[in-house]
């Protein structure tokens, strides 16, 4: 019969195969933030065309400031992730490098129409304005989502709902799509809105925006594999700076060393199309870039599977379950081991904030998490003890603003602390969210936005209850 040594010893190894094939195949999933998976960026035509659109409307690129509305179709993400990492390193390129302090810049997450608007945030020398967009952007479909992306219909959206009266001749939208037609989900008959529908028509007339819809595709790469992505986009006849911004000259702009995300950072070989500002008196280093081919490579993964299997081989050689006594020995008493963590719990959690991701597994009833926010405002995600409540001020590295905490029949509950509140709320089963608390059923996920008490800058929180556990190359673990 085998011994529980030699069990330990086979899964181990079976890990470590599973580690390993899962890396030689190339079957590891990026992370929203892999942005080394695109490995060119047309930044000089992008940047290009932004600015030959706008003198086509008559506007002073140099000196006027204005407000781009870009939107991300979703409805791909989850079928193509690479794909989503590119829309998001174009709108990136744009908003670090085409734009500058007194420019707006305002997401919107949309499919067969818009399911998301994010606040308009005004760009500063500060860093943290071009973080909040980041912060902002779409990173999963909406709830629910069948696909499909409907131009025309968000277009129109857009321009009779989201632009304010007064920075119409200011606004730039941009819509960014794996197709620029109009498409219905997949294998239904939905009703596209059509660009030739007389709504959008009177709109765009009303608004005083350009006709036909400017229409253009960018290609990257992902290694030796091509990806285009399409711009819909929307000027005005007369561009004009927006109100009460101060004419002045927009370049050099952002410094490279403050790129906004720091993993979307261009090597510093890398030609940017506009001049940037030095870096700052004290340099942080700069970001590791990917590899010219994308991804993490196979060789490393190899290698991680076999530090995996040496660490715990070596954990279970140290750990109290692993002794011989000699007869000298057999009277001394076993040192305790650690209490149980509580019952199993099969899944996982993968949880967004903003842009960052974690994986949360292996889960049992007793884990537990905090949303804590620190000083700068930044909103991150920490283990808390278990069977233990957390004190209302958080531990040492921020307040606490939200617990995550597992219920009698596995559903996950997010609670809010401290006064914080939950809003724009999208899930499932809408009867389980509210302001205060978020239930979350295996097998669904949630979206929302955390207001912590006293502010009003919110943070954006997705949920995914998974019913499978995955390799978790990101975050803590339960």
């Given at each position: 019969?085998?011994?529980?040594?030699?069990?330990?010893?086979?899964?181990?190894?079976?890990?470590?195969?599973?580690?390993?094939?899962?890396?030689?195949c190339?079957?590891?999933?990026?992370?929203?933030?892999?942005?080394?998976?695109?490995?060119?960026?047309?930044?000089?035509?992008l940047?290009?065309?932004?600015?030959?659109?706008?003198?086509?409307?008559?506007?002073?690129?140099?000196?006027?400031?204005?407000?781009?509305?870009?939107?991300?179709?979703?409805?791909?993400?989850?079928?193509?992730?690479?794909h989503?990492?590119?829309?998001?390193?174009?709108?990136?390129?744009?908003?670090n490098?085409?734009l500058?302090?007194?420019?707006?810049?305002?997401?919107?997450?949309?499919?067969?129409?818009?399911?998301?608007?994010?606040?308009?945030?005004?760009?500063?020398d500060?860093?943290?304005?071009?973080?909040?967009?980041?912060?902002?952007?779409?990173?999963?479909?909406?709830?629910?989502?069948?696909?499909?992306?409907?131009?025309?219909?968000?277009?129109?959206?857009?321009?009779?709902?989201?632009?304010?009266?007064?920075?119409?001749?200011?606004?730039?939208v941009?819509?960014?799509?794996?197709s620029?037609?109009?498409?219905?989900?997949?294998?239904?008959?939905?009703?596209?809105?059509?660009?030739?529908?007389?709504?959008?028509?009177?709109?765009?007339?009303?608004?005083?925006?350009?006709?036909p819809?400017?229409?253009?595709?960018?290609?990257?790469?992902?290694?030796?594999?091509?990806?285009?992505v399409?711009?819909?986009?929307?000027?005005?006849e007369?561009?004009?700076?927006?109100?009460?911004?101060?004419?002045?000259?927009?370049?050099p702009?952002?410094?490279?060393?403050?790129?906004?995300?720091?993993?979307?950072?261009?090597?510093?070989?890398?030609?940017?199309p506009?001049?940037?500002?030095?870096?700052?008196?004290?340099?942080q280093?700069?970001?590791p870039?990917?590899?010219?081919?994308?991804?993490?490579?196979?060789?490393?993964?190899?290698?991680?599977?076999?530090?995996?299997?040496?660490?715990?081989?070596?954990?279970?050689?140290?750990?109290?379950?692993?002794?011989?006594?000699?007869?000298?020995?057999?009277?001394?008493?076993?040192?305790?081991?650690?209490?149980?963590?509580?019952?199993?719990i099969?899944?996982?959690?993968?949880?967004?904030?903003?842009?960052?991701?974690?994986?949360?597994?292996?889960l049992?009833?007793?884990?537990?998490?905090?949303?804590?926010?620190?000083e700068?405002?930044?909103v991150?995600?920490?283990?808390?003890?278990?069977?233990?409540?957390?004190?209302?001020?958080?531990?040492?590295?921020?307040?606490?603003?939200?617990?995550?905490?597992?219920?009698?029949?596995?559903?996950?509950?997010v609670?809010?602390?401290?006064?914080?509140?939950?809003?724009?709320?999208?899930?499932?089963?809408?009867?389980?969210?509210?302001?205060?608390?978020?239930?979350?059923?295996?097998?669904?996920?949630?979206?929302?936005?955390?207001?912590?008490?006293?502010?009003?800058?919110?943070?954006?929180?997705?949920?995914?209850?998974?019913?499978?556990?995955?390799?978790?190359?990101?975050?803590?673990?339960?």
């Amino acid at each position: 019969m085998p011994t529980f040594r030699t069990a330990i010893v086979c899964l181990v190894f079976a890990l470590a195969m599973h580690l390993t094939g899962a890396a030689l195949c190339g079957a590891q999933q990026p992370g929203v933030q892999d942005y080394g998976r695109i490995t060119q960026v047309p930044r000089a035509e992008l940047d290009a065309w932004l600015k030959q659109e706008a003198a086509a409307s008559g506007g002073d690129w140099d000196q006027g400031r204005y407000h781009l509305y870009i939107g991300f179709s979703t409805g791909h993400f989850g079928q193509d992730p690479v794909h989503a990492i590119a829309m998001r390193r174009i709108a990136f390129s744009l908003m670090n490098n085409s734009l500058a302090a007194g420019d707006r810049v305002t997401p919107i997450a949309w499919e067969m129409q818009t399911w998301d608007l994010g606040p308009a945030v005004t760009l500063t020398d500060d860093p943290a304005s071009r973080a909040e967009f980041v912060n902002r952007v779409p990173y999963t479909p909406r709830s629910g989502s069948h696909g499909g992306h409907d131009i025309e219909r968000v277009l129109y959206e857009t321009v009779t709902k989201a632009i304010p009266a007064d920075e119409a001749g200011s606004a730039i939208v941009i819509l960014l799509t794996n197709s620029n037609a109009s498409q219905a989900p997949t294998g239904e008959r939905a009703s596209l809105f059509g660009e030739n529908n007389p709504k959008l028509a009177e709109a765009l007339a009303a608004g005083h925006f350009r006709t036909p819809i400017v229409r253009k595709e960018f290609r990257l790469m992902a290694g030796a594999q091509p990806v285009t992505v399409g711009v819909a986009a929307l000027f005005p006849e007369r561009l004009v700076s927006l109100p009460g911004a101060a004419a002045a000259p927009r370049y050099p702009t952002f410094s490279r060393e403050s790129w906004q995300p720091s993993a979307d950072r261009p090597a510093s070989g890398e030609a940017l199309p506009n001049p940037v500002k030095p870096a700052a008196a004290v340099p942080q280093p700069a970001a590791p870039v990917a590899p010219a081919r994308g991804g993490i490579s196979p060789l490393v993964w190899a290698l991680v599977a076999v530090a995996v299997v040496v660490g715990l081989l070596w954990a279970y050689r140290s750990s109290t379950s692993y002794r011989t006594y000699s007869a000298d020995q057999s009277t001394k008493q076993p040192q305790p081991t650690a209490a149980p963590m509580g019952r199993p719990i099969p899944g996982s959690l993968t949880v967004l904030i903003g842009a960052a991701e974690q994986t949360l597994q292996p889960l049992t009833a007793s884990s537990k998490w905090l949303l804590q926010r620190d000083e700068t405002g930044a909103v991150t995600l920490a283990d808390a003890a278990p069977d233990v409540a957390a004190p209302s001020g958080g531990p040492s590295a921020g307040t606490a603003i939200a617990r995550l905490e597992f219920a009698e029949n596995r559903d996950l509950r997010v609670s809010a602390d401290s006064g914080a509140q939950f809003t724009d709320l999208n899930g499932p089963d809408p009867a389980r969210l509210d302001s205060r608390t978020l239930t979350i059923a295996p097998g669904t996920k949630t979206f929302c936005r955390i207001v912590p008490a006293g502010s009003t800058s919110k943070t954006r929180l997705e949920v995914v209850y998974n019913t499978t556990s995955k390799i978790a190359s990101k975050g803590s673990r339960a």
